[in-house]
């Protein structure tokens, strides 16, 4: 099955980074559920960058992950991958690992607008909420 993908910041092309929030939703007309809300964390030998709080999630992940590449918290839905950072490419890649190794049916993604998202993801939602205020102001 293929899904359709929005990314709600900008990525310009080519560019890493270390974290991205990814929604997703399965490319099937007849699906009427809420899409998924991922945050891709990039996790690497950086122990002592950022404030303490950020040290001790860094260490949880990294004890959750052991020796795999990825370690998804379902209650969160917070996807911490063993990379220093990534492309967009990347990015996906380590959505449809997890997406495979979770037992979804996965064929590729295609990119999709925020408007097929609207009404099916809070995120969505809030950022069309916005938009529209700021179009009004």
Same mark, same amino acid.
């Given at each position: ?10 990525? $310009?092309?080519?560019?890493? +980074? ?7 939703? $399965? /490319? ?48 969160? +839905? ?20 997890? +997406? ?14 925020? /408007? ?22």
């Amino acid at each position: 099955m293929r899904w359709l993908y929005y990314i709600p910041h900008l990525w $310009p092309h080519a560019q890493r +980074m270390f974290w991205a929030d990814v929604m997703i939703i $399965p /490319d099937d007309p007849n699906y009427g559920g809420q899409s998924l809300w991922i945050t891709v964390d990039a996790i690497s030998n950086a122990e002592n960058f950022g404030d303490e709080e950020w040290r001790d999630w860094h260490r949880e992940r990294v004890e959750h992950m052991g020796d795999a590449d990825f370690y998804m918290d379902a209650e969160k +839905m917070d996807l911490a991958v063993r990379a220093t950072d990534m492309n967009e490419a990347e990015c996906l890649d380590w959505i449809a690992r997890w +997406m495979s190794s979770a037992g979804f049916r996965f064929t590729g993604f295609s990119k999709a607008t925020l /408007d097929e998202f609207a009404g099916r993801s809070q995120m969505a939602d809030t950022i069309r909420a916005i938009q529209n205020r700021e179009n009004r102001q």
